[in-house]
């Protein structure tokens, strides 16, 4: 079993809707919580950050993490064309040597 | 402006012809990496380094070498390329402090024929 997981998608969605982007993990020991942007033919680009469990908006966009289900979400308000990426999850514990783990990612796209 | 850089962007060569690809960032970050990633298996960490002369394997190290001799470099080397080794290259950096943010490179679209 990964130690994150994260639908594929990919994900289609008319511009305006609002997206749900979803990863569970298994371990307990993450406090830190990241969702990265992914342009084809790009580096993937730091979206949102958190720190252990709640909400952080910024925008568009919204991060919940929720620990106790090791379940951590991504809501994209309005959604627009220019969303259209794929959306990475990650995450890392409470020591600077515990490497990011990354989700597969899940490929989002935005209909005119 | 803060950023890692990568060179070469894309680059095609022949099985068994050593070559490097050059990773640079200019934000003072102690700890740097270097990623893989390939359709349906992700970001895969390849070697790392925590500080300058500190380097370890990450998930996937076989076939590549690095090395940390300056703070804002950290080259990939892959001494005798294969095809298999064909696959999309991103270096990635941090402060070493935990639960860091990292930034990544543009990226390396490396083909081994």
């Known amino acids: 079993q990964k130690e994150v997981e994260q639908d594929p998608g990919p994900l289609s969605v008319p511009e305006g809707a609002i997206v749900s982007l979803n990863c569970t993990y298994s371990n307990s020991a993450f406090q830190y919580f990241m969702w990265y942007r992914q342009y084809s033919r790009k580096g993937p680009e730091l979206l949102m950050y958190t720190y252990s469990s709640g909400n952080k908006e910024d925008g568009r966009f919204t991060a919940q993490v929720d620990k106790s289900s090791k379940y951590i979400s991504l809501f994209i308000r309005d959604s627009q064309p220019s969303d259209s990426a794929t959306y990475l999850c990650a995450m890392s514990g409470v020591d600077s040597s515990y490497k990011l783990i990354f989700g597969s990612g899940t490929r989002l796209l935005v209909r005119p | 402006e803060a950023q890692v850089t990568q060179n070469p962007r894309y680059l095609i060569t022949v099985t068994g012809k050593k070559l490097t690809v050059t990773c640079s960032q200019n934000?003072?970050?102690?700890?740097m990496s270097w990623y893989r990633q390939d359709p349906g298996l992700g970001l895969r960490q390849i070697y790392y380094s925590m500080n300058v002369e500190v380097t370890d394997k990450g998930d996937v190290p076989e076939g590549y070498k690095v090395s940390r001799k300056e703070k804002r470099n950290f080259p990939l080397i892959l001494e005798s390329p294969s095809p298999n080794q064909t696959s999309l290259y991103f270096c990635?950096?941090?402060?070493?402090?935990?639960?860091?943010?990292?930034?990544f490179g543009p990226g390396t679209r490396l083909t081994v024929t």
């Open positions: 934000m003072n970050h102690e700890y």
């Open positions: 990635a950096s941090r402060p070493d402090l935990a639960g860091a943010k990292q930034y």
